[in-house]
């Protein structure tokens, strides 16, 4: 400690601010400290001279030694090394004592001695919104970061994931050790393929980032993160109106492939880019309503425009299978049943739509 204080020092007094009508007792003070800098004789000189020419500089010296007993000389290697089985670990310096830290399945903190014993387990919360997203897995290193004022965090982030599920979650945390408080921030959506170089691509939005709402420091400096990760593709506004349209439509049709005899049609905003690919598709004529069949956002919808309202309704929505999936659409005679054709095997079956009541038959 004494050899780095003495060479914050010596960096000091090539840029020593010059003293202009400052009293000599001040100026005494000031020298004083410079000779026997601490912590406890830095913040004697502030506590008696707030507002001194000298304050700054003597702010500075005081950052830099509490940087400095908190900056751990245990590297990534040797953390790990000492750690044993666990996802991460890095060295913790406080209160000029090394320590380990090392974080394990479900987000368990051991905190240990630079020997490596135990003391101390914690658990950070976990952060999730989305459900069957049961799989973590840990994406950036464990850091110590400094966010300002000697605000010591521990950083790292993490993808909540599932089998066969096509959303994930995209989480940056920072860790007080101090206070065992947590900050996070999220970035979620619909997965995207992946590009050479990158673990994971992500469609979406983040639940923090809304308008409106009063953030602290460490969530904006996650949110800066976010925004500057080329892995999380921000998701568009009309793009996002379609997907909570599909998404309704499907909570509440939820047996409109097997076996439902009636359907919830949805109302569609006319920003949607279910919209926008209605307008430029080709459509089945009825009595009342155009309609359309198309891929839009992983699923084969069908979307229908009210000719006398000018509204728009999403009538259908399934996975988008191709060949194996819905083949083709038309309006019977009547202009009000809509029949959705499947070939399977080449043998062909039909749902039935009634556009007026919103009724479904089948035919095999």
Known sequence: MKRIVTAVLAAFVLF????????????????????????KSADKFLNK????????????????????????????????QKAGACLD???WKKDGKEHILALDEGLALRILGADGTLQETRYIPHYNITDGL??????????????????????????????????KEYVEALYSPDTDITNNAMFYGKALPAGDGEPFRIEGQSPEDIDGITLNAETLWL????????????????NLLSDESIKWWREKNPKAETSASKLTFGTLDAESSLVEKYKKASKERGKTWN???????????????????????????????????????YFENDGYTLDLVYYKAKRMSKVKISMANASVKRQK
Request: with cysteine; glycine share 8%.
């Open 291 to 329: 309609a359309a069949m198309f891929v839009c956002r992983g699923w084969t919808v069908i979307v229908a425009g009210n000719r006398s309202t000018g509204g728009y309704a999403l009538v259908w929505a399934e996975p988008a299978r191709g060949s194996a999936g819905l083949n083709s659409i």
């Open 223 to 238: 949110l800066e993160r976010l925004s500057g990760n080329p892995s999380l593709v921000p998701l568009s506004k009309a």
């Open 89 to 91: 670990a890095v060295g």
């Open 16 to 39: 020593a601010p010059t003293a202009m009508g400052q009293s000599k007792k001040e100026t005494s003070l000031y020298n004083k400290t410079l000779k026997k800098l601490s912590i």
């Open 134 to 167: 049961t799989k973590t897995n840990l994406i950036g290193p464990m850091e110590i970061v400094n966010l300002g004022h000697n605000h010591f965090y521990v950083h790292f982030s993490y993808l909540n994931e599932g089998d066969d599920n096509p959303e």
């Open 49 to 80: 001279y707030p507002e001194s020419v000298y304050a700054p500089e003597i702010t500075r010296l005081k950052d830099s030694i509490i940087v400095s007993m908190n900056t751990s000389f245990i590297g990534k290697e040797e953390a790990l």
